[in-house]
């Protein structure tokens, strides 16, 4: 399973950014898809997860101003991030979370100036 995720950018307190991570190879056997983040020096955090059966899941930190979504024609999963706040700012990583062992993207910087 190979993951590309894109999208991130320098954005002002505010703005919305669209994450995408186009996933390949993708077996059967998988929970679902989900992004995270980290800053430097703290550890990776979940964001949001969409299960298989499309089930969503955000942390409360994002609740209310990010969507997960997911196009299966495009083996893609998106993350809209709206409103953003210079806290969101990290290293975005999309995952897939496998029923034996889960598979991560590159991740792609979303900075939030103020």
């Known amino acids: 399973v190979q993951l590309q995720a894109s999208g991130g950018g320098l954005v002002q307190a505010g703005d919305s950014l669209t994450l995408s991570c186009v996933i390949t190879?993708?077996?059967?056997?998988?929970?679902?898809d989900a992004w995270y983040r980290q800053v430097p020096g703290k550890e990776r955090e979940l964001v949001a997860a969409i299960s298989s059966d499309d089930s969503t899941y955000y942390s409360d930190p994002v609740k209310g101003r990010f969507t997960i979504s997911r196009d299966n024609a495009k083996n893609t999963v998106y993350l809209e991030m709206n409103n953003l706040k210079v806290e969101d700012t990290a290293v975005y990583y999309c995952a897939v979370i496998g029923t034996t062992k889960d598979y991560w993207g590159q991740g792609t910087l979303v900075t939030v100036s103020s």
């Open positions: 190879g993708r077996t059967f056997g998988t929970y679902g």
